[in-house]
T-cell receptor, first 112, second 115 residues
């Protein structure tokens, strides 16, 4: 079974631009969560989607948003990029009623 | 709200020596506990988990962790480490009653195995 895939793997954007990251969960997994990893703040939860609905949300500004499609694939969008948004963005998926999350390789976003 | 404390940011150890990576958590509700490992330029891999039942849980590659409710700890141990165990290890908790999946992570412990 294929693992969680994330595209693109690397991205360079300029301050003020917006970016969209994509995540394809493991087949059969309907929950998709997003995390931001930085050297300063560590791993922080962004949000979780289940059956196309946001089920949990972390403490990030409204510039960070996401959505989930009917095939469980998810995207997250960051608008008006700031230098501090430079991070590794990790996506994780899990089966229904399971607390085990399986992570993708991440998208490395650099904002210049 | 929950929090996870990993007191040791770095742990150097010689190959074949035992190691313990410490994890303490704080929560007002019952939690699930996890250890994840991250190799350079990769995502997180689930190493082991405590959901219920036996408080001692083991992974397939020789790691074990023990849930201690009275001390709110979930320390990770391995009796004999290998060079390939060099990686960053994260302890995480998930709220049992919160519904959905939201992991709160510790700051990580870099395990460096030396010859």
């Amino acid at each position: 079974k294929a693992g969680v895939t994330q595209t693109p793997r690397y991205l360079i954007k300029t301050r003020g631009q917006q970016v969209t990251l994509s995540c394809s969960p493991i087949s059969g997994h309907r929950s998709v969560s997003w995390y931001q990893q930085t050297p300063g703040q560590g791993l922080q939860f962004l949000f979780e989607y289940f059956s196309e609905t946001q089920r949990n949300k972390g403490n990030f500004p409204g510039r960070f948003s996401g959505r989930q499609f009917s095939n469980s694939r998810s995207e997250m969008n960051v608008s008006t990029l700031e230098l501090g948004d430079s991070a590794l963005y990790l996506c994780a998926s899990s089966r229904d009623n399971s607390y085990e999350q399986y992570f993708g390789p991440g998208t490395r976003l650099t904002v210049t | 709200a929950q929090s996870v404390t990993q007191l040791d940011s770095q742990v150097p150890v010689f190959e074949e020596a035992p190691v313990e990576l410490r994890c303490n958590y704080s929560s007002s509700v019952s939690v699930y506990l996890f250890w994840y490992v991250q190799y350079p330029n990769q995502g997180l891999q689930l190493l082991l988990k405590y959901l219920s039942g036996s408080t001692l849980v083991e992974s397939i590659n020789g790691f074990e962790a023990e849930f201690n409710k009275s001390q709110t700890s979930f320390h990770l141990r391995k009796p004999s480490v290998h060079i390939s165990d060099t990686a960053e290890y994260f302890c995480a908790v998930s709220d049992r009653a919160g519904g959905g999946n939201k992991l709160t992570f510790g700051t990580g412990t870099q395990l460096k195995v030396e010859l």
